[in-house]
Structures are given as structure tokens and as C-alpha cells.
């Protein structure tokens, strides 16, 4: 007869063991910020500051996960709670015209790790160093396709399938054909997405034996390394129908890359593929209306993927990667930068920031946006560094004390010629974010929001630590100068946020609710608690509607 201890005890390390193999749910990611690395070219092994890395010869610069460790006081300096990787299997070996596989992007044997970046106890204690810190860790996934340098030779006749580990034969891939229309969905995923010179052999994803393969590989390196979440690679490439069975098979948090401007078709994923994809639509609003002086594009496609997409808050916000032009080429302006940093932290979805952004680094493409961080000097006084501490702790704060923060809908509260306000959170304790696209010759002004806080409320602009109050009429009349952003947040609830002289806590709403309450005789310094606007009430309402209409869209 077995004891009940017996059996509990074995329930229990059954139900641990499942527990340590599942990655963290898009719920519990909603709420995080992500520093992203590139691998190769964040941090070496011996922490030099000078190792020579020309981006234009696109080979390994020597960037390591154990450096990557090293320099985690960087990241979480700008109070980060969360890392992506570059994809960490064995690359092809060998150097072409444009380099060699040093971004990660070129798999040659998945079973294997890229030897380049580290051991295999490098990575688990990465994976731990992240995690003892309370800090998830993102690894981007490449499932769409292997490589082979064929190196100006025709593709269709040079590849020998046999190298590749475990597919290692011409039956797992798509016959050859280069992708000629990557508007045309069907054309990018049943062609290729290389050249010929490193073609990249497009994975037959339609196939059962590939998909188990690919889900049994992802289990695999999700439970032994306790990966939090996946970002996957070429995703718009992969069968679509592919995606969700592969979501299910893996389990926890996975954002896929589909490079469309069109909210349509990346909402579209979000309703039938995937949890969460980068918010490419967002993204090139975010360049038109903060490069390009047209404001209100922005709010436009805000309310596009509100319309169209079932779960905003789950959207990847970002406003640089790997791929992309550096914010600073597109436009060098400080004050321009900042307002698209504010706005990449504050806004709905989890918000991720290249490595690089904080130096406010340039390069207009791939290779030229890759550049060593060690040769940028990771200064932790950069004034984007700064402002990256300061926003993420304000949004960690303003989650901290409202758990439903993450989830609640920005609410556009106001749009003038060259500013939008929104406001984001449960009204009292809400967040209110003034983001302007003037740059550093934008003159001093008063800038009136109609709706803010109650009247009379106290609140601290979190950039500049300047106190306010709210007037007699509930309008927050905010200082424009220089044209910087301003966010906001109640004096009385500035506890725990770590910025502004508050030290960080873990304090609660309900324990600050009880102390403001204790400290004041009368409620007039809380917006929460005194009287609500009529105006305000209107918009309390409307942000109720919002979030039902989305609850059952
Ligand atoms: C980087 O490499 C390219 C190509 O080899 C070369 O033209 C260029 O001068 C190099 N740049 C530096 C700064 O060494
Ligand atoms: C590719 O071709 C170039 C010359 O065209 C040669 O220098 C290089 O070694 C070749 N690379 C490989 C991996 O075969
Ligand atoms: C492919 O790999 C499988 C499993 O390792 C092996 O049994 C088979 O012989 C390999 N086929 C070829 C063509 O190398
Ligand atoms: C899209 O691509 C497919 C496959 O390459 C091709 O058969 C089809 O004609 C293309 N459709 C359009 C509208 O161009
Ligand atoms: C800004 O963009 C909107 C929406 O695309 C457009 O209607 C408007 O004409 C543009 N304004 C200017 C000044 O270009
Ligand atoms: C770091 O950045 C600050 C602000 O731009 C600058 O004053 C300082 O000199 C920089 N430090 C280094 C070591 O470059
Ligand atoms: C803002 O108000 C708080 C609370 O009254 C106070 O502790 C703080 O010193 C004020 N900050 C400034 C810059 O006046
Ligand atoms: C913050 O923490 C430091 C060190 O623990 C302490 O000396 C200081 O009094 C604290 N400040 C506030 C405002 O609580
Ligand atoms: C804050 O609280 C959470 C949950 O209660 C806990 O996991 C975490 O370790 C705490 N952090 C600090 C710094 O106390």
C-alpha cells in the first residue's frame, strides 16, 4: 500500500517538474519591459572595451553569453526585467561577400549550440544569472528555414540537404524558388527567403514530421535552459497553420515577426496564429509621426489595431531591432528620440529596446545597426540611458500598484498640432504620457489637458521630479519646453517607484491608500479620493467601454 505522504510527495515533484519546464504565459509578459541583445555584439568574455568590430565586414566580433552575464547590472540598470537573445543553435561555419553567420540567423545543426557564443553551462547560467534576478529571458527562434552557402552557384542544384541536423534530407524543405513578392503571403511561404550566395532552405512547416520535429526540439531548449518566452524568426515565412499548433505544442510566451505595415494582416495573426507579434503597423506610425512631423498618423493607428487587433496589450512595441534603421538615422534630434522612447515604454504591449538605443547609436541598416556595444562605452549617464531607467521604473511602479495596468488600453486624452496625451491605468493612479514630435528648438509653453487627475490633485512629472497641481477645473496645465515628453503620476502614490528620491519597494495600493489617508486630514492632495469631474467621469466610463468592447471583440 503507498502511503498518502508517498503520493503526495511525488504529486508534488511531478507538478514541480512540469513547473520548471513552462515558460511564462503572454499574461505574465504583458507587464515586461525587454532589453535585446545581439549576441555577438554585446559583451565579450574578457569585457574589452576596445576589440575591433567592423559592422561592414559582418563577421564574429567575439560577444559572448558569458559577457552577456557580465554586464546584466547594465541592463537591469535601466531597470529591464527581461533579455533576448540572439538564436543560440550551431550556425553554418565559413565567410562569404557579406560575412559570417554572426547574428545567429543561419542554422546549420539544432541539436548543437553555437560554440561562438558559449557553453552549454554558459547558457544555463545566463538563463539563472536572469532569473535570480527576477528577470525573464526571451530567445529568438529560428524555425523557418536552415542555411547553406552556396556562394554564387544555383541553389536549386548545390545544397546538400545531408549536412543539416536533424533535417537532413531534401524531403523536409520546399523545392527552391526565391521569394519575388514578399506582399504575396503565398510567394514568401513556400519560396525562399536567402540568395545565392547563403541560400536559406525553406522548411516544408506543412509537414507533420517537420512540425514534430521542430515543437519536440523547441520543448527540448525551452525546459532545459528555462527559457521564458520565444521570439520567432521569419514568422510571416513559416505555414500559418503551423503557428498555433507549434503555440500549443511549446507552451508560454511567443512573439512572431511578420513585417507588414498593415494592421489588417498583423491583426489578422494575432486573431488566428499567434499571441503576440511585434507591432510592425505601430512601429512605422511611430517613425512617421515622430520623423516625418505628422502627429497624427500615430493616433490613426492606434485606433486601427484597437479596432483590429483582439489583444493590443500582448503586441511587441518597438521602435529599433536588428533589421531595421537605427531611430537615430532616421533622425539625430535628442528631444525627437526621447518622445519615441517614452512613447515605446509607455504605451500598451511589451515594450523591447535594441541594444544600442539607450546610446542613441546610429546605422541606417543591416549590417551598419549592429555595431559592438563595448566600442560605444556602455555609458550608464547616457541621457537616454537615464531616461530608460526612469521610464521602466515608472511603468514597473504604475503595474506594481495596479495589476490590471498592463491589460487597461491607453486612452488618448488629448491631440494637438504636434503633441498627443494619453492616459494609461485606473484613474487615481493612472499614468498620463505627453509626447511631442517639436525636437530640441521646441519653445517653452503651457500646454492644457482638459482631463487629468481630480481637482486639486498633487502629481510629479517623472522625468523632471517637478511637482503640479491638478486646478479647480481638473486640467492638468502641463510646461512644454524644448520639446521633451512629460509623464505623470500621482505625488501620493510616488512610493516604492525608485525614482525622484522614492526607494523601491514592493509597497502596495492598499497600503499607500491607508498611509495617504493617515497622513492628510483632508483628501484634497488625492485626485482619487476627491470629488470626480463630470468631464472626468465621462472618460472613466469611456476607458470602461473601450475595455469591454475589446473584452468581447
Ligand atoms: C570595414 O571593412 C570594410 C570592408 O572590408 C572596409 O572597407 C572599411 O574600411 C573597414 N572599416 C574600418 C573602420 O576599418
Ligand atoms: C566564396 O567565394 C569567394 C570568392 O568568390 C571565396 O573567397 C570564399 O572563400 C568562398 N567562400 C566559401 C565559404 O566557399
Ligand atoms: C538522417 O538522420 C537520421 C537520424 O539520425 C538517420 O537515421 C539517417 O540515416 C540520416 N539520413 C541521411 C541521408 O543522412
Ligand atoms: C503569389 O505567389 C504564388 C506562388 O509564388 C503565385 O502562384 C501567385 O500567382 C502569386 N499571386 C499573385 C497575386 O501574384
Ligand atoms: C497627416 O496624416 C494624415 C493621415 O494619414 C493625413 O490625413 C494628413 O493629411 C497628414 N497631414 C499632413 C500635414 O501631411
Ligand atoms: C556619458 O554620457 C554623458 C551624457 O551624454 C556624458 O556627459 C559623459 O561624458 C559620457 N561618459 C563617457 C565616459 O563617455
Ligand atoms: C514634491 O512633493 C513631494 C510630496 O510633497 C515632496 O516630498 C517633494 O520634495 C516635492 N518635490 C519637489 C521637487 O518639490
Ligand atoms: C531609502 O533607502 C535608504 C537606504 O536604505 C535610506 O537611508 C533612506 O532613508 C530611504 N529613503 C526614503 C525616502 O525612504
Ligand atoms: C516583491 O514581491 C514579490 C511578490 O510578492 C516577490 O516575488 C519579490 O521578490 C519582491 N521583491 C522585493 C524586492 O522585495
Not at 513552462?22 to 509578459?29: H, I, V
Not at 532616421?330 to 509607455?346: E, G, P, Q, R, S
Request: glycine content about 8%; aromatic content about 12%.
Amino acid at each position: 500500500m503507498v502511503s498518502t505522504a508517498l503520493l503526495l510527495a511525488s504529486a508534488l515533484s511531478a507538478a514541480s517538474l512540469i513547473g520548471s519546464t513552462l515558460a511564462a504565459t503572454t499574461e505574465q509578459w504583458k507587464s515586461r519591459s525587454v532589453y535585446q541583445v545581439m549576441t555577438d555584439r554585446f559583451a565579450r568574455t574578457d569585457g574589452s572595451l576596445t576589440y575591433p568590430c567592423n559592422t561592414t565586414e559582418g563577421l564574429y566580433c567575439g560577444g559572448t553569453w558569458r559577457g552577456t552575464i557580465d554586464m546584466l547590472d547594465y541592463i537591469q540598470g535601466m531597470n529591464f526585467d527581461a533579455v533576448m537573445i540572439s538564436p543560440i543553435m550551431e550556425n553554418i561555419a565559413g565567410r562569404v561577400s557579406y560575412g559570417e553567420a554572426y547574428h545567429g540567423y543561419w542554422p546549420l545543426d539544432l541539436y548543437n549550440l553555437n560554440s561562438h557564443f558559449g557553453t552549454k553551462q554558459d547558457l544555463l547560467d545566463l538563463s539563472d544569472a536572469l532569473h535570480e534576478r527576477g528577470m525573464y529571458l526571451l530567445v529568438d527562434m529560428v524555425i523557418n528555414n536552415m542555411a547553406y552557402i552556396t556562394n554564387g552557384s544555383n541553389p536549386a542544384t548545390t545544397i546538400d540537404y545531408s549536412v543539416f541536423t536533424p533535417f537532413n534530407n531534401s524531403d523536409y524543405f520546399h523545392k527552391y524558388c526565391l521569394i519575388t513578392d514578399w506582399n504575396n503571403y503565398t510567394d514568401a511561404q513556400t519560396c525562399q527567403t536567402g540568395d545565392d550566395i547563403v541560400a536559406l532552405p525553406h522548411l516544408f512547416t506543412a509537414h507533420d514530421d517537420v512540425q514534430t520535429l521542430l515543437e519536440d526540439w523547441s520543448k527540448d531548449i525551452v525546459a532545459t535552459y528555462g527559457i521564458d518566452g520565444l521570439r520567432i524568426d521569419a514568422a510571416k515565412s513559416v505555414y500559418p497553420d503551423f503557428l498555433p499548433i507549434y503555440v500549443d505544442a511549446v507552451g508560454g510566451f511567443m512573439t512572431g515577426e511578420v513585417m507588414d505595415s498593415r494592421a489588417s494582416i498583423v491583426c489578422d495573426y494575432q486573431t488566428n496564429y499567434l499571441p503576440s507579434l511585434p507591432n510592425y503597423p505601430l512601429y512605422y506610425s511611430i517613425i512617421t509621426a515622430f520623423t516625418e512631423g505628422n502627429i497624427s498618423v500615430l493616433l490613426e493607428e492606434i485606433n486601427e489595431i484597437k479596432k483590429l487587433c483582439p489583444d493590443p496589450a500582448a503586441m511587441a512595441v518597438f521602435t529599433e531591432n536588428q533589421d531595421i534603421i537605427r531611430f537615430a538615422s532616421a533622425d539625430d534630434d535628442m528631444a525627437i528620440a526621447k518622445n519615441a522612447v517614452a512613447f515605446t515604454i509607455l504605451f500598451d504591449g511589451v515594450s523591447m529596446i535594441y541594444q544600442g538605443q539607450e546610446q542613441h547609436l546610429k546605422g541606417s541598416s543591416t549590417p551598419t545597426n549592429r555595431e559592438a556595444l563595448w566600442l560605444a562605452g556602455y555609458n550608464t549617464t547616457s541621457e537616454l540611458y537615464l531616461l530608460l531607467k526612469n521610464l521602466n521604473a515608472i511603468r514597473k511602479h504604475a503595474y506594481n500598484l495596479d495589476n490590471t495596468y498592463a491589460d487597461q488600453q491607453s486612452i488618448n486624452i488629448y491631440q494637438g498640432g504636434s503633441e498627443l496625451a494619453f492616459w494609461k491605468g485606473t484613474y487615481g493612479r493612472q499614468v498620463i504620457m505627453v509626447v511631442n514630435n517639436q525636437g530640441v528648438t521646441g519653445g517653452a509653453y503651457d500646454l492644457i489637458l482638459p482631463q487629468s487627475y481630480g481637482a486639486g490633485a498633487a502629481v510629479t512629472e517623472v522625468l523632471t521630479c517637478e511637482n503640479y497641481t491638478v486646478n479647480d477645473l481638473s486640467q492638468l496645465i502641463v510646461k512644454m519646453d524644448a520639446g521633451l515628453p512629460r509623464v505623470f503620476f500621482p505625488t501620493a502614490y510616488m512610493e516604492g517607484s525608485g525614482i525622484c528620491g522614492y526607494n523601491y519597494s514592493n509597497v502596495t495600493y492598499s497600503e499607500l491608500k491607508l498611509k495617504n489617508a493617515g497622513d492628510s486630514s483632508s483628501s484634497s492632495s488625492l485626485g482619487a479620493t476627491s470629488t470626480v469631474a463630470p468631464s472626468l467621469l465621462v472618460s472613466f466610463l469611456l476607458s470602461l467601454m473601450v475595455g469591454a468592447f475589446v473584452g468581447t471583440a
